[in-house]
């Protein structure tokens, strides 16, 4: 199971019981919806034996009346479907990547268009990951200065 689906099976778990369903109901909720996800299935989910796509998350969620990120559990990761591929963002990293481009921007007197602002902050997401990977702290200046070297 990919690391940040970890809290999806208890999840899955939560959200039915709060919405008093079985599994029996969700499977059959599914079906009048048009997706063969049988009782078996949910439970295999809600045990982490199985996997699910993008696509079957945004479909629980439709049951179950939650969002993708409800699903997920984890404050720091948001699931973003880009052309119905999961995309997972640590939330905290872009809010750090965002600042510290906004901040360079500001203090050197750079220009740029907003959707170009927008690059240099995915840019500088992406460095950020890079770093929280190698040394697992990211540091707003050291994020900053492998920013500004990749200008």
């Not at 049951?63 to 995309?87: A, K, M, R």
Request: aromatic share 6%.
């Amino acid at each position: 199971m990919h690391k940040e689906y970890k809290n999806l099976p208890n999840n899955i778990r939560r959200f039915r019981k709060k919405r008093g369903m079985t599994l029996e109901t969700l499977a059959k909720l599914a079906d009048s919806e048009g997706y063969g996800i049988t009782k078996d299935t949910l439970s295999k989910l809600e045990r982490g034996e199985r996997t699910l796509s993008s696509h079957y998350i945004q479909l629980l969620c439709k049951l179950l009346s939650c969002t993708p990120n409800d699903l997920l559990g984890d404050s720091n990761i948001e699931l973003v479907v880009v052309n119905t591929d999961p995309v997972f963002i640590d939330e905290t990293i872009y809010a750090l990547a965002k600042e510290v481009v906004l901040e360079v921007v500001r203090d050197q007197g750079l220009s740029f268009s907003e959707e170009t602002l927008l690059d240099q902050v995915v840019r500088a997401y992406r460095i950020g990951m890079e770093i929280k990977q190698e040394s697992g702290d990211v540091r707003p200046v050291t994020l900053a200065t492998r920013w500004l070297k990749e200008l």
